[in-house]
């Protein structure tokens, strides 16, 4: 079994608060890995580690074989990284965009011609390559970012709420192109504050206070915790006082 991630007891503190307490997992590669949590679990602060832009207080990660404490850069050209909140230059062309992360990710201008067309070509976009980010739909820049992100063929894509604000149909179409991208062999890692999205992964880790509270399939999760569905484990796992008040 090839691990795309290994993690061993990672913290992170800040002062005297603890962000991210000692959790441990690994990902397989071409897993699709859901990595929930509500704001303040901690999510974020563990992904800023598993990509080298935050070292840890303690604890070990791999990711793509390499140390985040010594080989940030060697992680950074092996990843993809999409986030909800920034990922595409709103002021440039589509073929722009793609140009310039073709560039940043080391593809040789061959490289990103021949990706850029078959990326093009994919989504449906030919007749929208020299139209400005800015102007197209919300779903169509969420699966355009997403494969910005795939340009460079990644082992690992990290998505930080990629389907923020889209519409159901575009959501599916994106989760298509999740798996796609993890039938090739691209691990992927996403957190998502959707949980019915959380059911397409093939194993799931529920943060709560800086620490995994639960890990497993979404069926063996559901089981163990006698839930209908992954928002009911969640409410008992991430609001208890809640889910005293729904018994």
């Known amino acids: 079994m090839t691990l795309a991630i290994d993690v061993r007891d990672l ?32 999510k974020t602060t563990a992904i800023k580690m598993l990509i080298g832009l935050l070292a840890p207080s303690a604890g070990e990660a791999h990711v793509a074989g390499f140390d985040v404490r010594t080989q940030s850069d060697e992680i950074r050209r092996r990843i993809g990284y ?3 909140r920034f990922s595409l230059y709103e002021d ?34 030919e007749k929208a390559t020299d139209e400005r980010v800015s102007a197209l739909p919300l779903g169509w820049k969420q699966k355009l970012a997403f494969s910005v992100a795939l340009l460079h063929q990644p082992a690992v894509v990290f998505l930080d709420e990629p389907t923020g604000g889209v ?23 996403v957190t998502t504050h959707y949980l019915d999205e959380a059911e397409y992964c093939d194993r799931v880790s529920i943060m709560v206070d800086g620490r995994i509270a639960a890990m497993g ?18 409410v008992q796992l991430a609001r208890p006082s809640a889910a005293a008040a729904h018994g």
């Open 82 to 84: 999409m986030s909800q």
């Open 92 to 125: 440039l062309t589509v073929r722009e965009n793609v140009t310039l992360y073709g560039g940043i990710y080391g593809l040789s201008d061959a490289e990103i011609r021949e990706r850029s067309d078959a990326m093009v070509q994919a989504l449906r976009l």
């Open 167 to 189: 519409d159901p149909i575009t959501r599916r179409q994106f989760w298509e192109m999740i798996y796609a991208a993890a039938a090739r062999g691209t691990t992927v890692f």
């Open 11 to 42: 913290t992170r503190r800040f002062g005297s608060f603890t962000a991210v307490d000692a959790i441990t997992f690994d990902v397989k590669q071409g897993e699709v890995f859901g990595f929930l949590g509500a704001n303040g679990a901690g």
């Open 217 to 234: 399939t979404p069926a063996e999760l559901k089981a163990r915790f006698d839930a209908p569905s992954l928002d009911e484990v969640f």
